[in-house]
């Protein structure tokens, strides 16, 4: 019985010699991301595993987090330690995690063929003082999408690229000449006002840009006064509620899924990821027009989620090991594919028709290549900018005062400002 014992012994050890890890041996990388669009979602899993299956040192362990809550998740969870390895945010975040602390530098980990090959505004987006906290599959684009056939029929002129954007009296005319040709139970332009959180920030923070406003006074972040309720972004206000007010926008759409698709709507007020359903829907007819200039310059929101590695990683190589596969040319492609974005690896882009002169999303690379895109106020106190312009707009949206809504959203960057001072 001992030598048939001795001989297991002997058998078990070549048997751990020969064989592949075991799940026992894979390092378990936990991973937030939010629950955008289905098909970004699967394209996701899809590269997770992708990732698990070509490799056995590392097992991402994914979690879905709704999105319209996600930064307040990661804010508590950051508080009780409980954050994961790698972590999905929306860029302009990047500013308030690096402050409290929650991510490291990538500096050491990315190599010079990613930062040549990614987009500059990529770059841009994930560098906090010199240095690089997080790097992104894709960028965005914000313009408004058009049904032609409904802009033909009302004699809308519809602009070729960002050279001959609508003014602001060429906007208010199609307004106007729309109106005429929608359903009984249509209206002119759907602003997304289904959306929480993050998009008023992004969707009317370049609008606000436009009229000559902004969100914060970008010369030192040390105060909103004067530039988000000021004379200029109280005009935006205005004008902004005026379009509810005639009844060409509303905040409460019949079908805030299909009012365009289904042509109760000729304009719709979105970003890349409606690119695929808008195009299976309206096909031949829909068409891209870049963001108007009300006054001050077209402008465009710019930047979009992204990856970066928390502070509180134990396997900091295994996290990028993730993100760097991730950011293949052919992920990011991939990725570009589900979601209509735009590839944040210049090769992709390069290779993806739809981005050439003349595809259907050439206007995007258009505004981030030449200036038209701005991002988002690079701040610290940025998280409640995002809340205090969700809480303006909709309040705008209701009729309420313009200059009072936003004289109180100054009140609340202010008092963040002074609260990290």
């Given at each position: 019985?001992?030598?048939?014992?001795?001989?297991?012994?002997?058998?078990?050890?070549?048997?751990?010699?020969?064989?592949?890890?075991?799940?026992?041996?894979?390092?378990?990388?936990?991973?937030?991301?939010?629950?955008?669009?289905?098909?970004?979602?699967?394209?996701?899993d899809?590269?997770?595993t992708?990732?698990?299956?070509?490799?056995?040192?590392?097992?991402?362990?994914?979690?879905?987090?709704?999105?319209?809550?996600?930064?307040?998740?990661v804010r508590?969870?950051?508080?009780?330690?409980?954050?994961?390895?790698?972590?999905d945010?929306?860029?302009?975040?990047?500013?308030?995690?690096?402050?409290?602390g929650?991510?490291?530098?990538l500096?050491?980990?990315?190599t010079?063929?990613?930062?040549?090959?990614?987009?500059?505004?990529?770059?841009a987006?994930?560098?906090?003082?010199?240095?690089?906290?997080?790097?992104?599959?894709f960028?965005?684009?914000?313009?408004?999408?058009?049904?032609?056939?409904?802009?033909?029929?009302?004699?809308?002129?519809?602009?070729?690229g960002?050279?001959?954007?609508?003014?602001?009296?060429?906007?208010?005319?199609?307004?106007?000449?729309?109106?005429?040709?929608?359903?009984?139970?249509?209206?002119?332009?759907?602003?997304?006002?289904?959306?929480?959180?993050?998009?008023?920030?992004?969707?009317?923070?370049p609008q606000?840009?436009?009229?000559?406003?902004?969100t914060?006074?970008?010369?030192?972040?040390?105060?909103?006064?004067?530039?988000?309720?000021?004379?200029?972004?109280?005009?935006?206000g205005?004008?902004?509620?005026?379009?509810?007010?005639?009844?060409?926008?509303t905040?409460?759409?019949?079908?805030?899924?299909?009012?365009?698709?289904?042509?109760?709507?000729?304009?719709?007020?979105?970003?890349?990821?409606?690119?695929?359903?808008?195009?299976?829907?309206?096909?031949?007819?829909?068409?891209?027009?870049?963001?108007?200039?009300?006054g001050?310059?077209?402008?465009?929101?710019?930047?979009?989620?992204?990856?970066?590695?928390?502070?509180?990683?134990?396997?900091?190589?295994?996290a990028?090991?993730?993100?760097?596969?991730?950011?293949?040319?052919?992920?990011?492609?991939?990725?570009?594919?589900?979601?209509?974005?735009?590839?944040?690896?210049?090769?992709?882009?390069?290779?993806?028709?739809?981005?050439?002169?003349?595809?259907?999303?050439?206007?995007?690379?258009?505004?981030?290549?030449?200036?038209?895109?701005?991002?988002?106020?690079?701040?610290?106190?940025?998280?409640?900018?995002?809340?205090?312009?969700?809480?303006?707009?909709?309040?705008?949206?209701?009729?309420?005062?313009?200059?009072?809504?936003?004289?109180?959203?100054?009140?609340e960057?202010?008092?963040?400002?002074e609260?990290?001072?």
């Amino acid at each position: 019985m001992k030598r048939i014992g001795l001989f297991s012994v002997v058998l078990s050890l070549m048997l751990l010699l020969v064989l592949p890890a075991t799940a026992q041996d894979t390092t378990e990388i936990s991973l937030w991301f939010h629950s955008g669009q289905g098909g970004e979602r699967d394209e996701l899993d899809n590269q997770i595993t992708a990732f698990n299956e070509m490799q056995d040192e590392y097992e991402i362990v994914p979690l879905e987090v709704p999105e319209g809550s996600y930064n307040d998740q990661v804010r508590a969870a950051a508080l009780s330690g409980d954050l994961p390895c790698v972590l999905d945010f929306d860029g302009p975040f990047i500013y308030s995690y690096v402050f409290a602390g929650d991510l490291i530098p990538l500096d050491d980990y990315v190599t010079d063929e990613i930062l040549e090959d990614t987009l500059p505004s990529i770059i841009a987006q994930g560098t906090v003082d010199d240095t690089l906290y997080s790097l992104g599959q894709f960028d965005s684009g914000l313009a408004i999408w058009g049904n032609r056939a409904m802009l033909d029929e009302a004699g809308v002129r519809i602009p070729e690229g960002i050279d001959d954007a609508w003014t602001l009296e060429e906007f208010n005319a199609a307004m106007d000449a729309l109106a005429e040709v929608v359903p009984d139970d249509g209206y002119v332009i759907d602003f997304k006002f289904s959306y929480t959180g993050e998009w008023y920030s992004y969707g009317f923070g370049p609008q606000m840009r436009s009229f000559g406003g902004d969100t914060i006074n970008r010369d030192g972040y040390d105060t909103a006064e004067g530039v988000l309720n000021g004379p200029e972004a109280v005009a935006w206000g205005e004008w902004l509620q005026n379009l509810f007010d005639m009844g060409y926008a509303t905040a409460t759409p019949v079908d805030p899924d299909a009012d365009f698709t289904e042509g109760r709507v000729p304009l719709s007020y979105a970003g890349h990821w409606v690119y695929n359903l808008y195009q299976e829907a309206i096909g031949d007819d829909l068409v891209l027009i870049p963001q108007p200039d009300f006054g001050n310059g077209a402008v465009t929101g710019m930047g979009s989620w992204n990856w970066g590695i928390t502070s509180s990683c134990e396997s900091p190589d295994g996290a990028w090991a993730f993100i760097e596969f991730l950011m293949q040319p052919e992920n990011t492609a991939s990725m570009a594919d589900a979601n209509g974005a735009v590839p944040s690896r210049i090769s992709a882009l390069e290779a993806d028709d739809r981005y050439g002169e003349g595809g259907d999303l050439y206007i995007y690379r258009q505004q981030l290549e030449q200036g038209v895109a701005v991002p988002r106020s690079q701040t610290a106190v940025y998280p409640t900018i995002s809340t205090a312009m969700e809480t303006a707009v909709n309040a705008i949206a209701r009729g309420e005062d313009v200059q009072e809504v936003l004289d109180s959203a100054v009140d609340e960057v202010d008092s963040a400002i002074e609260a990290m001072e």
